[in-house]
C-alpha cells in the first residue's frame, strides 16, 4: 500500500506526471481575477474568500481523471484489481496521493494568493485551516467520480458534471469559514460541517468507488 | 492447488460466447487454450482471474492464488524497469531478487519504461509474474512481440514454474516447446439458437 503511495508521488513528480498544473491554474485565477474585477481594494477583500475557495475547487477539478485513467490504458488498474490489496484501499491510497500533489500545494500558496485578492488580515489563519479540512474531500470525492467514468472515452466532461454538485456543500462551507474568519465572526458551524463533509467522504467514497471499478472493469 | 472450472459459461459485451466449459488444471501442469479469434479465451481469463462474474457454472481453486497477465503489462512509462518491477514486488509482498537477471532485463535496470521495445516492455510485463509468488498463472498471448530467443527464454522460466508445483493456463497459438495439455474451445462455443427462436416466434414459419 505505502508502495502504491510512492509510485503514485514519483509518477506525479516526474515529467508529464501534472503536478503543477492545478497550481498554475489557482495562481492564474488568482493574478486575472483583480484584474477583471478592478482595483477597488474593498471590493476585492468581499470576493476573496469565495474566489480562493472556487479556485481550488476548480484547480483540484482539472487533475481528477488522471487518478484512474491512466492506470486503466496501461492495464495496471486490471492488474491491481487481481493483486491482494483490497481496491478500497486503492482507492483510499490514490485519493491520498492526489490530495498530497493538488489539495496539499493549493492550501500552502493559498495564502499568497490571498495577498493578490487584498484578504482580510484574520482570514488567512482560516484560509489555510478550511482548505487543510476541506481539500481531502475534493480529493476523495473527485476519486468517486474518476471510478465512476473510469473506461470511458473522453469521460472528463462527464466525471466534471458529476463530481460539481457533490463539490457544493465543501465550497460552501469552506468559502463561508474564510468569510467568516476575516469578519471576525463566530465560525465553529461551519467548520464543523466542512470537517463532516471530509470524514464522511473519507469513510464512504473509498468503497463505493471501488465497487464502480469493479463494474467498469467487467 | 488443482484449478477446476466446471460448466463455464462466459459473456462479453452481454452476448455468451463459450457454455458448458470444464477442465481441471492440476499443480505442476500446463493448460493451453486454442480456439480462433473471438471465441472467448481472453474472456474466459477474465472470469477465472476474477475481473467479470461468470454466467453459469463454477471456478474452484482461484481464489487469492492466481497471477494475470493480460494484454497490457500496466508499466509505467516515466518510472524505471527496476522501479515498475519492484512496485509490484511490494504489491504481492515478495522479494525482486534475481527476477530481472532471469528475464534478461538486468542490463536495463535503470532505463525508463518509456525507452524500452516492445519485446522488451512485454519480458518486463512477464518478469511481473515472478514477483506475485502465485502458482497459478493465466497468460493471455504472453508471447506477442517477444523475438524466438525471448520466446525460448519464456519457456524456460516457465518450465521452472511449473517444476517448482506451478501451473499455467496459456492463450496462445505459439508453441512454447512445453509438455502441455492442449484445450481447444471451439465444441463450447455458445449457442445462437435463442436468438432465433425469439425470431421463430415474433414471426412465424411463413416469414422467410
Known amino acids: 500500500m505505502i508502495a502504491l503511495l510512492i509510485r ?116 488567512y489563519l482560516w484560509l489555510v485551516i478550511s482548505l487543510a479540512l476541506g481539500t481531502p474531500a475534493l480529493s476523495v470525492i473527485g476519486a468517486f467520480g474518476a471510478a465512476l467514468t473510469v473506461g470511458l472515452k473522453r469521460g472528463g466532461l462527464l466525471m466534471s458534471l458529476l463530481v460539481l454538485p457533490l463539490y457544493v456543500p465543501t465550497l460552501i462551507f469552506g468559502a463561508e469559514v474564510v468569510k467568516r474568519g476575516a469578519e471576525g465572526l463566530a465560525l465553529a458551524t461551519p467548520l464543523a460541517l466542512l470537517a463532516g463533509i471530509t470524514a464522511g467522504a473519507a469513510a464512504l467514497l473509498p468503497f463505493a468507488a471501488a465497487f464502480a471499478i469493479r463494474i467498469n472493469l467487467r | 492447488m488443482d484449478l477446476r472450472v466446471a460448466n463455464l459459461a462466459v459473456a462479453r459485451g452481454g452476448v455468451t460466447v463459450l457454455q458448458g466449459v470444464n477442465f481441471t488444471l492440476p499443480s505442476g501442469r500446463a493448460l493451453v487454450l486454442r480456439g480462433p479469434n473471438g471465441i472467448g479465451k481472453t474472456t474466459l481469463l477474465r472470469v477465472i482471474a476474477g475481473l467479470q462474474p461468470a454466467i453459469a457454472g463454477t471456478v ?5 492464488g492466481v497471477a494475470y497477465a493480460a494484454h497490457a503489462d500496466g508499466l509505467k512509462t516515466t518510472l524505471t524497469v527496476a522501479e515498475n518491477l519492484t512496485f509490484w514486488a511490494a504489491i504481492y509482498g515478495e522479494q525482486v531478487g534475481d527476477t530481472l537477471a532471469r528475464m534478461n532485463l538486468a542490463e536495463l535496470c535503470d532505463r525508463a519504461a518509456a525507452n524500452l521495445s516492445a519485446g522488451q516492455k512485454r519480458r518486463l510485463g512477464l518478469a511481473r509474474l515472478l514477483v506475485t509468488g502465485r502458482k497459478i498463472w493465466l497468460l493471455d498471448e504472453p508471447t506477442v512481440s517477444l523475438d524466438t530467443t525471448s ?56 416469414f422467410a
Open chain 1, 8 to 123: 503514485d508521488l514519483r509518477l506525479a513528480m516526474r515529467a508529464g506526471g501534472g503536478f503543477g498544473l492545478g497550481l498554475a491554474f489557482f495562481l492564474l485565477v488568482a493574478v486575472l481575477v483583480p484584474l477583471g474585477v478592478g482595483p477597488q481594494s474593498d471590493t476585492l477583500a468581499k470576493i476573496a474568500p469565495g474566489i480562493l475557495w472556487v479556485g481550488a475547487l476548480l484547480a483540484c477539478l482539472l487533475s481528477l481523471d488522471r487518478i484512474f485513467a491512466l492506470d486503466f490504458e496501461d492495464g495496471s488498474l486490471e492488474l491491481l484489481v487481481t493483486a491482494p490489496v483490497p481496491l478500497e484501499g486503492v482507492v483510499a491510497i490514490k485519493a491520498m496521493a492526489h490530495w498530497l500533489v493538488t489539495g496539499l500545494p493549493l492550501t500552502l500558496l493559498a495564502p499568497v494568493l490571498g495577498v493578490l485578492l487584498n484578504l482580510a488580515g484574520p482570514g
Open chain 2, 60 to 64: 474452484t481453486g482461484a481464489g487469492e
Open chain 2, 151 to 206: 520466446v525460448a527464454l519464456f519457456g524456460d522460466v516457465l518450465r521452472e514454474h511449473l517444476a517448482t508445483g506451478g501451473s499455467a493456463l496459456i492463450a496462445t497459438h505459439i508453441d512454447l516447446g512445453l509438455e502441455a495439455e492442449v484445450l481447444d474451445l471451439s465444441p463450447f462455443r455458445a449457442k445462437l439458437s435463442v436468438k432465433n427462436g425469439a425470431f421463430d416466434a415474433a414471426f412465424g414459419d411463413g
